[in-house]
């Protein structure tokens, strides 16, 4: 089991920057691949960034490429987002994701097997 806790979100105006941290603990080898998503009220679920462990390769939805940048401390166990320009748009729960598996097909939350609580973000205009 993996266990995912993240921590970071809250209230900014647009423009603004938060990051985001989401710790990772018990049976490590389980977040390969690790992912950031987002759902809004109202919204699916939409996968934001992702990253593998090892190749440290990233994947972004266009919408934030640019904008927002992903970046794992395998050595912390602590998975990152740093989020810059911010929208009102961006507003969302915002949850960390993780697989035993490779980042192919990260952006459905169906290939994901561990999730965090969720931090909350909200960007005001």
């Known amino acids: 089991q993996v266990q995912l806790v993240e921590s970071g979100g809250g209230s900014v105006q647009a423009g603004g920057s938060l990051r985001l941290s989401c710790a990772v603990s018990g049976y490590t080898p389980g977040s390969s691949c690790m992912a950031w998503f987002r759902q809004a009220p109202g919204k699916e679920r939409e996968g934001v960034s992702a990253?593998?462990?090892?190749?440290?390769?990233?994947y972004y939805a266009a919408s934030m490429k640019g904008r927002f940048t992903i970046s794992r401390d395998n050595a912390k166990n602590t998975l990152y987002l740093q989020m810059n320009s911010l929208r009102p748009e961006d507003t969302a729960m915002y949850y960390c994701a993780a697989t035993p598996w490779s980042c192919g097909g990260w952006t459905s939350p169906d290939n994901f097997q561990y999730w965090g609580q969720g931090t909350q973000v909200t960007v005001s205009s």
């Open positions: 990253i593998q462990k090892g190749t440290y390769s990233t």
